[in-house]
């Protein structure tokens, strides 16, 4: 048992470490380079499981999953490199296999310490507040009117600080919980992304569940409309403020913005890619290959380029990104995969609707239409917080059920846990 507490431990370590360092995705070697601090944190987590957590036990369909998954991208890769002369990105292949094996090893380590990853989420939010405070010192003495917060785009910022948000608000519940959550949302949209706005509904529904009948909603409800009436007043001073009202108040405004124009396109273009022939219809390009296809597939690129003129240099460098992460799985993997994947998310989503857990079905749905036009795939907290939300989900659902338990067992003329105390218990676990 001592092995197994030292192990967890150094697990929960990088459990912490994790989330404490999530949104410091600048690279160590510039804007150009893709390793930053961020990536530590998955791969230490996955070598510290593989070396220590031996009662971690890894299911056959999974490792399955892995293989399949690894084995149809291996096929794409040597169908291109002998058809076109593509070489194979190993390094994307390389990249995906850790975050895959990370968030199945995390969520297998949240089921098994259920209390000690709880406190680990919450304490590396917590540490990753004087993170955020640095690089937003870093922007300011540099002279942004938007802040990145560390990462290397300000709109993957932005979905950092939305879901550790809903973590704090949903699953956390204390009272700094939630005062740290409304100051992590309201940082978001210093990023001057429109992605906080898909977090929003999400959001709202976690906190009004959060309060309970009584006072706090009350209270709740009174700081909305008195924080909707600052807006309606003083809606001219908020704008110049948060810009990204700007961007949001007028339609004419957001249509013609070149970066959304640009990522119409390059999704436009992706299934340009997807329909060119029947091989890259049903085994894929391979990961991280949408460059060399935007290059050499009969497709036009003469309209990006009149758009977006950075998107055509970059593919000829093999890095021009997409910018959709729906539509990057679309073209990259074969059908088999696809399919797996499809089948995944509507089963995670139908059990959403079947529990009524309408907070979650709002964060997945955000989470989806914001990254229809971004790469969140490509980044760490991608799938740190997509294995996260599955545990704390499962976590909370698990809680409840032992609660109910007590409730059931509990000898007569004994007192039963009433609401309030069973919510007191659950607390107390976490």
């Given at each position: 048992m001592g092995t197994r507490r030292q192990a967890l431990s150094v697990m929960g370590l990088f459990v912490t470490l994790n989330f404490a360092t999530v949104s410091v995705g600048v690279s160590f070697s510039g804007g150009e380079?893709?390793?930053?601090?961020?990536?530590?944190?998955?791969?230490?987590?996955?070598?510290?499981?593989?070396?220590?957590?031996?009662?971690?036990?890894?299911?056959?369909?999974?490792?399955?999953?892995?293989?399949?998954?690894?084995?149809?991208?291996?096929?794409?890769?040597?169908?291109?490199?002998t058809t076109l002369g593509w070489s194979p990105n190993f390094v994307v292949l390389a990249f995906q296999n850790v975050e895959l094996a990370f968030a199945w090893l995390l969520f297998a380590f949240a089921i098994s310490r259920r209390q000690e990853f709880v406190s680990c989420v919450r304490l590396g939010i917590y540490l990753s507040l004087p993170v955020l405070a640095y690089f937003v010192?870093?922007?300011?003495?540099?002279?942004?009117?938007?802040?990145?917060?560390?990462?290397?785009?300000?709109?993957?910022?932005?979905?950092?600080?939305?879901?550790?948000?809903?973590?704090?608000?949903?699953?956390?519940?204390?009272p700094s919980d939630h005062i740290v959550a409304l100051t992590l949302y309201v940082l978001s949209f210093l990023t001057v992304s429109r992605l906080p706005v898909f977090f929003a509904p999400a959001l709202f529904l976690a906190g009004f569940q959060a309060t309970g009948?009584?006072?706090?909603?009350?209270?709740?409800?009174?700081a909305i409309g008195l924080i909707l009436f600052v807006l309606m007043l003083n809606g001219e001073i908020i704008i110049k403020t948060f810009v990204v009202f700007d961007r949001l108040s007028s339609v004419a405004a957001v249509a013609g913005e070149g970066s959304t124009s640009a990522h119409l396109l390059l999704i436009k273009k992706a299934c340009e890619i997807k329909l060119a022939n029947a091989v890259s219809f049903f085994i894929g390009i391979g990961p991280g290959n949408f460059s060399k296809a935007l290059i050499d597939f009969p497709v036009s690129i003469f309209d990006i380029n009149a758009v977006d003129p950075s998107v055509v240099p970059y593919a000829l460098e093999g890095r021009a990104p997409l910018h959709s992460t729906p539509f990057s799985f679309?073209?990259?993997?074969?059908?088999?995969?696809?399919?797996?994947?499809?089948?995944?998310?509507?089963?995670?989503?139908?059990?959403?609707?079947?529990?009524?857990?309408?907070?979650?079905?709002?964060?997945a749905i955000g989470f989806i239409g914001a990254s229809t036009f971004y790469s969140f795939h490509n980044k760490p907290y991608f799938f740190l917080f997509v294995a996260s939300f599955i545990a704390l989900i499962t976590v909370s659902q698990k809680t409840s059920s032992a609660v109910k338990e007590q409730q059931m067992s509990a000898p007569r003329g004994q007192p039963q846990l009433g609401p309030s105390s069973a919510g007191k218990l659950e607390v107390a676990r976490r």
């Open positions: 380079g893709k390793f930053s601090l961020s990536n530590f944190g998955p791969v230490l987590f996955v070598a510290a499981a593989l070396l220590l957590a031996r009662d971690l036990k890894v299911p056959r369909t999974v490792v399955l999953s892995l293989l399949v998954f690894n084995v149809c991208a291996l096929g794409s890769y040597f169908f291109f490199l010192a870093q922007d300011i003495a540099q002279g942004r009117l938007s802040f990145y917060f560390g990462m290397d785009d300000k709109s993957h910022a932005s979905v950092i600080l939305c879901c550790e948000s809903f973590i704090l608000i949903r699953y956390l519940r204390k009948p009584g006072l706090a909603r009350q209270i709740l409800i009174l679309l073209i990259d993997y074969n059908f088999i995969v696809l399919a797996g994947l499809g089948v995944t998310l509507c089963k995670g989503l139908s059990k959403l609707v079947t529990k009524a857990l309408w907070p979650e079905l709002l964060i």
